[in-house]
């Protein structure tokens, strides 16, 4: 019997961001004989026609890799600003908001009988793991369930070929307001690097 064979299909459930994050996390989950079950839980992300697209990707990524889903989307974008309001400082802010989110998918994982779960944010070169592990123990103890740690950073790029294989839309932000507003900065200090000024606005300058 070979050492695939052996191993133990455990039962998953897994916290998902989006489509593209969700491909290269559920295939290593899967490599390690998880058998996953999935739920789209994200109030930050706005507007709402961003929030929608990114489901419904996941709704046919999941229906073409065979990824059960469960649980509602929940949409509530008024609460999440409650949550966050005048703790807009990126690393309070990114705690409150996975907070709430692993929370919700703990007390659901819970709810319906799963031991374990885990979360596709972990896949991100640029979310904060510490931030993600911590609260994902905290909403584990509070709930009964273990979370499952994983740095699955090493896997971004085969995220990436995934989703262009499958033709997955992906988005240019985290998800909330602040994170649209950082990115486009960022996108625009970036073209402006891209084309630094003539020689006469150096000469000026110096």
Known sequence: MDRQSQKTTRKLFLHICCAPCASATVEAW?????????????????????????????????????????????????????????????GVRCRICIGGRLRHTAELAAGTGFKAFSTTLLISPYQDHDIIREEGERAAAAHGV?????????????SLELSREA????????????????????????????????????????
């Open 30 to 90: 899967r490599l390690e004989a998880a058998e996953i079950t999935g739920t789209y839980f994200n109030p930050n992300i706005q507007p709402y026609s961003e929030h929608q697209r990114r489901h419904d990707t996941l709704l046919a990524y999941a229906d073409k890799i065979g990824l059960r889903l469960i649980g509602e989307p929940m949409y509530d974008v008024t609460a999440w600003l409650r949550q966050v309001h005048g703790r807009e400082e990126k």
């Open 146 to 158: 273990e979370f499952l740690y994983r740095d699955l950073r090493p896997r971004y790029r085969r």
């Open 167 to 206: 033709g997955l839309y992906r988005q240019k932000y985290c998800g909330c307001i602040f994170s649209e507003a950082e990115a486009a900065m960022e996108r625009s200090r970036r073209r402006k690097g891209k084309h630094p000024r003539s020689s006469g606005d150096a000469t000026r300058k110096a």
